[in-house]
């Protein structure tokens, strides 16, 4: 089994879902961002999520933009990709899977990306610009390396699309809740519930539901019909209005919204 998969079956074996926390790779800095990362295992997140920046994003709402954005304009480096999962996997048995555009891996080199990617600790790529008919190289790259491949599937995805996804995706399917770009909603689409169970249809394991969750009871309402809920802004937004301390809170309160509110993975 993947560790992001036995993650994610530790969490049902809890009687809950998965929490899955997004931070971009740099931000405020390198080791500020390490930090942050080993913060939210510590305070009840069950994957880990990594952003590297990338100079034209095509997902990201504006608070992970800027980020992001600070981070390139601080020096982040590919290299410092690596050095980070390799840091905060020294820390922590949490899983760290890497959500990247695919342009930066085609220009380091996939199967060069999966062997750093491995050798740093890192469990797999969530990859939100290229679809698995467009993947080859990267799943023949995942299978020898055992890595997980996360594939994306909207709630305007076909039925072909689906299984295509489903069959070609390990760990979990990122199902995206409504169409449009990452940041905080009010009330999330009623789609992210039809697509979870079209999802189910085509034979997917795991479904964890991102973009657009930011509270505790977001987070409840998502798991009790997927298998993970995705936080991105809300932790983002913390870390840069109030640092580690605020960050720390912020993970805890969201992690109220699965039944075992604070959990800890440290080794």
Sequence with gaps: MSRVADAIAR????????????????????????????TLAENGVDIIELGPPYSDPVMDG????????????????????????????????VPVVVMTYWNPVMQYGVDRYADDLLA??????????ITPDAAAEWIAASERTGLDRIFLAAPSSTDERLDLVVKSSTGFVYTVSTM????????????ARTLVARLREHGAENACVGIGISTADQIAAVTDYADGAIVGTALVRALGDGGIPALAEVTRNLAAGTPSAVRSHEN
């Design 120 to 129: 740093a600790g890192g469990a797999g790529l969530i990859t939100p610009d």
């Design 180 to 191: 449009g770009i990452t940041g905080e909603r009010q009330e999330l689409d009623k789609a």
């Design 62 to 93: 504006a608070v992970i933009q800027q980020a992001t954005q600070a981070a390139l304009a601080g020096g982040f480096r590919m290299r410092d990709l690596f050095t980070a999962v390799q840091a905060i996997s020294a820390e922590t048995d």
């Design 11 to 38: 969490a049902k074996a809890d009687g809950r879902g998965a929490f899955v926390g997004y931070l971009p790779v740099g931000f405020p800095d390198l080791q500020t961002s390490i930090r942050a990362a080993v």
